[in-house]
């Protein structure tokens, strides 16, 4: 059974930081590039930022490149989104997604698996 559970959201104050994680199971993790998307309230999900197997490549959206750093740890299957002065609309629902491309990519149809996500809350 595949499986891919965040963690780590939560309510902060503009300016704050939060780390994300999401722990994998049930597929060949180090094989798979991961990425991070998000929904906010009333909006279409949207790229955040994506990591290829190795870790050696990372994409990030123009609306978070500088604040937000995604990192992997293939032994223990889970991918990080440390989230660093965090904005009121930085606001959503937070999901890790898997991609059996390797290499990062933004499209969200690309992914093959989906966490629930966790809700990041974000107050000025």
């Known amino acids: 059974q595949v499986l891919l559970v965040e963690s780590g959201g939560g309510m902060v104050q503009a300016g704050g930081s939060l780390r994300l994680s999401c722990v994998c199971s049930?597929?060949?993790?180090?094989?798979?590039?991961m990425g991070w998307f998000r929904q906010a309230p009333g909006k279409e999900r949207e790229f955040v930022s994506a990591i290829g197997w190795n870790g050696a490549f990372a994409r990030y959206a123009d609306s978070v490149q500088g604040r937000f750093i995604i990192l992997r740890d293939n032994g223990m299957k889970s991918v990080y989104l440390h989230m660093n002065s965090l904005k009121v609309e930085d606001k959503a629902i937070y999901y890790c997604?898997?991609?059996?491309?390797?290499?990062?990519?933004?499209?969200?149809?690309?992914?093959?698996?989906w966490g629930q996500g966790t809700q990041v809350t974000v107050s000025s």
């Open positions: 997604a898997a991609d059996r491309s390797i290499y990062p990519v933004t499209a969200e149809t690309e992914y093959d698996y």
């Open positions: 049930g597929f060949n993790f180090s094989m798979y590039a």
